[in-house]
């Protein structure tokens, strides 16, 4: 990622904002490997350097992801049916899981569109998944249209304010505080992610 951010130093503006936008998106797309949150904050504490301002930055993540992910909705509503026959897809989630999945959607979209924007990595895969149950997209972006911008500015926010709290002087202080941040805000991803699926499996049994 460092060698990225590197590389996007020496490009024209709009050439940097082009490749920025084109790594995200392939990164929610599941083609380039990697996890977005952390791209997102190496763009935030290399934004000085990259010449990119906190809203430049959140337009091209949240449209980035965006664009992507709606793109993974509809090949999933499309060809879903095939997907969720596949062995890896029954691996990971098995048709108990699925049936659950698609219940909890029409009764709660909120709620489960709430946990693909918490599921670590693996966001672009669940998107996929869910649109295979042709589940309407309205019912799905009416909500993916809050949720994935509250999500941005939160992990921003973190990052920006902390720069206050941060002794800029001194490398070590500095890059600690933040790995100690990024580990951090893995985790409560991680944990509400647990959380969120832990009450949509309770909900089976009521």
Not at 85 to 97: A, G, H, V
Not at 121 to 149: C, D, M
Request: charge should be positive; proline fraction near 4%; include cysteine.
């Amino acid at each position: 990622m460092e060698d990225i951010i590197t590389y996007l130093i020496g490009l024209a503006p709009i050439y940097k904002i082009l490749l920025i936008c084109t790594l995200i998106f392939l990164t929610a797309l599941a083609i380039f490997p990697g996890h977005n949150d952390i791209f997102l904050i190496l763009l935030i504490l290399s934004r000085k350097t990259l010449d990119l301002n906190l809203i430049q930055i959140f337009c091209i993540f949240v449209f980035s992801v965006a664009f992507a992910e709606t793109i993974l909705f509809f090949i999933g509503s499309k060809y879903g049916h095939k997907i969720l026959e596949s062995k890896f897809i029954l691996k990971k989630f098995p048709r108990p899981y699925q049936e659950l999945i698609s219940r909890e959607f029409n009764s709660k979209p909120y709620f489960v569109t709430l946990l693909v924007r918490f599921t670590p990595v693996l966001r672009g895969l669940i998107v996929l998944f869910l649109s295979s149950f042709k589940i309407s997209p309205v019912k799905f972006f009416k909500h993916y249209i809050y949720i994935l911008p509250l999500y941005a500015i939160s992990l921003i926010s973190l990052f920006s304010l902390s720069e206050k709290f941060v002794d800029a002087n001194n490398n070590f202080i500095k890059y600690s505080t933040y790995a100690v941040l990024a580990v951090f805000w893995l985790a409560l991803v991680k944990i509400i992610h647990s959380n969120l699926q832990k009450a949509l499996n309770e909900s089976k049994s009521v």
